[in-house]
């Protein structure tokens, strides 16, 4: 199949054929359906998990968790929108269930108390490898990577974070912009 016809299928939310049947074949638990399932979305769901938690023995077992939720929240799902969406949602909620778990790590604090101000000018992040953007990311202070993963990578805004962490929005807007400073800081540095 094309890129382009891809590209386009994934843009206006249609799933093919095949998305669908393995989707079904999984509700029914058939077991190869589900193993195409993980084969499909692990990898990638990984990489959503080691940005929110640092340990990767620690982010597979967050990743089997979501996995669980995954399988158990199918018949939930309404074949609407970008399955992968969905599928990642699970993935980003789950990381944040099990920070929560281990402990507090956003504190109130208001966006004008933020000491700093941010240039305008946008990081030079095409000059990154890949890895290294990733090491950086994993190397923010808990709060500021977990805002940080959610506004500018998972696309939630600032409302939508303040909502699922319980703090307020100044507070993810600030975190967002303590974390922005901290990677212009590190790339700077590089």
């Known amino acids: 199949m ?6 386009e299928r994934k843009q206006s939310n249609i799933l093919s ?36 938690v640092k340990d990767k023995m620690r982010a597979e077992d967050v990743l089997q968790d979501a996995l669980v939720k995954i399988y ?6 309404k074949f609407e929108g970008v399955f ?3 599928i990642r949602r699970i993935v980003v909620n789950t990381c944040l269930d099990q920070l929560r778990k281990d402990q507090k790590f956003l504190k109130d ?13 946008e990081f030079i992040v095409e000059k990154l490898m ?6 950086l990311v ?28 319980g703090v307020t929005e100044s507070t993810s807007k600030s975190q967002y912009l303590r974390a922005r400073a901290y990677l212009k800081d590190r790339i700077e540095k590089r």
């Open 2 to 7: 094309r890129y382009a016809t891809i590209l």
């Open 17 to 52: 054929m095949e998305e669908v049947t393995l989707i079904k074949q999984c509700i029914d638990g058939n077991p190869r359906a589900q193993k195409a399932l993980f084969d499909m979305f692990a990898p990638k769901m990984l990489s959503v998990c080691m940005r929110y």
């Open 72 to 77: 158990s929240k199918l018949p939930e799902y």
């Open 84 to 86: 992968e969406g969905w």
């Open 109 to 121: 604090i208001q966006v004008e108390e933020v000491s700093y101000r941010i240039e305008q000018h």
């Open 130 to 135: 890949a890895d290294d953007l990733m090491k």
């Open 138 to 165: 994993q190397s923010l202070p808990d709060g500021y990577r977990v805002v940080f993963n959610m506004f500018a990578i998972e696309g939630y805004s600032h409302q939508e974070i303040a909502k699922e962490l």
